[in-house]
């Protein structure tokens, strides 16, 4: 069975409709030059609103330890989501923290992939999502790679699948990778940062009739 993580969610009304709509992870982003940011404040008013059974993510941008902790503690985060952080990095805040962490890996040829073996045992979850142009933000771009591009590859550790999805292409997507996680942001907005609850329930639907 595949599940879903709704990231970027800025809103009482979108995170609600992630959760009503069956997500089993809810994303809040941590990283200021991203539409999608949230203060502290912010995201601990909406992770107060998440079910025990759905999981609540922060998603970061190469952060220090001093950021990153004040994140976990305001949003009672579940998981961690590093993207530009070295494998070491992982591990280290990993172990620190105490919680699971995702690694994402940008993906745009195979060879892009090798590097999915120094996350063994690093990272919980690899998150393979497209690779972004240089100088653009990490993620959240409405992006997609070749999925063909994971055919056959022998993944070193549990993952999920993220890059320009919405509820059009997750079946498609889900088909041929057998993702067993389908992560959407962009895909599920009206103009950057702002979320739609009617995207955000045809896109869930989409997932759970695949």
């Given amino acids: 069975m595949t599940t879903a993580k709704i990231c970027g969610l800025s809103t009482i009304e979108t995170l609600d409709a992630a959760i009503a ?19 502290f404040d ?3 008013a909406l992770a107060a609103r998440v079910p025990a059974h759905v999981k609540r993510v922060g998603v970061f941008v190469d952060p220090d330890d001093q950021f990153i902790g ?10 961690i989501q590093l993207h530009k952080a070295a494998p070491r990095r992982v591990s280290q805040l990993r172990t620190a923290l105490g919680v699971e962490a995702w690694s ?12 999915a073996a120094s996350l063994a045992g690093a990272a919980d979850r690899i998150l393979y999502d497209a690779k972004t142009p240089e100088g653009s933000l990490p993620g959240g771009m409405g ?7 994971l055919d056959g590859f022998r993944h070193p550790q ?5 890059g320009g999805l919405d509820a059009g292409n997750v079946a498609e997507a889900i088909r041929q990778t057998g993702a067993s996680i389908i992560d959407a ?3 599920l907005e009206t103009e950057a940062g ?12 989409a997932v759970a009739a695949s």
């Fill in 194 to 205: 702002v979320k739609n609850v009617d995207k955000i329930a045809a896109f869930l639907q």
């Fill in 185 to 187: 942001s962009s895909g």
């Fill in 158 to 162: 549990a993952w999920a699948l993220s």
């Fill in 104 to 115: 994402a890996l940008p993906v745009k040829t195979r060879a892009d992939l090798d590097s």
């Fill in 143 to 149: 992006v997609r790679f070749d999925w063909g591009l």
């Fill in 42 to 44: 912010r995201a601990a």
């Fill in 70 to 79: 004040g994140a976990l503690s305001a949003a009672r985060l579940d998981v």
């Fill in 21 to 39: 709509g069956g997500a089993s992870h809810v994303g809040f982003v941590f990283y200021p030059p991203s539409p999608r940011h949230l203060s």
